[in-house]
């Protein structure tokens, strides 16, 4: 075995730890904690790994983080019913530039897919 070939199995070890790693980190994380106040306890509880959003980074804009809004409740709530299965198929959303929303979306499939 070449060096290379050893360094190269090695990279892909280190990948798959660090993919377990954080999927350790990550299972049985709620995509995030919509009441503030049980937020704040279990974020300070978990020292800052309390859902799926903390764990991985919060959004960011103009290098600044920003929490889920009243808004994104809303289509998560349309996106999964109360026992975290499927709502709806198709979802159609007409808004305004900067809300947002794509990050929202690409965030929520990575966390349900």
């Known amino acids: 075995m070449r060096f290379k070939d050893l360094q190269k199995l090695v990279s892909a070890q280190q990948q798959e730890n660090a993919r377990n790693a954080l999927y350790d980190r990550l299972i049985n994380k709620p995509f995030w904690i919509w009441n503030v106040e049980q937020h704040r306890l279990e974020d300070a509880g978990t020292e800052g790994e309390c859902c799926f959003n903390h764990v ?24 999964l019913n109360a026992d975290g299965n499927a709502n709806h198929k198709h979802l159609w959303i007409k808004k305004a530039t900067g809300l947002g929303i794509s990050e929202f979306m690409l965030r929520f499939w990575r966390g349900f897919a």
Request: without cysteine; glycine residues 4%; charged residues 30%.
């Open 56 to 79: 991985v980074g919060l959004p960011q804009k103009n290098d600044v983080d920003k929490p889920m809004y009243d808004y994104e409740n809303i289509i998560f709530e349309y996106l």
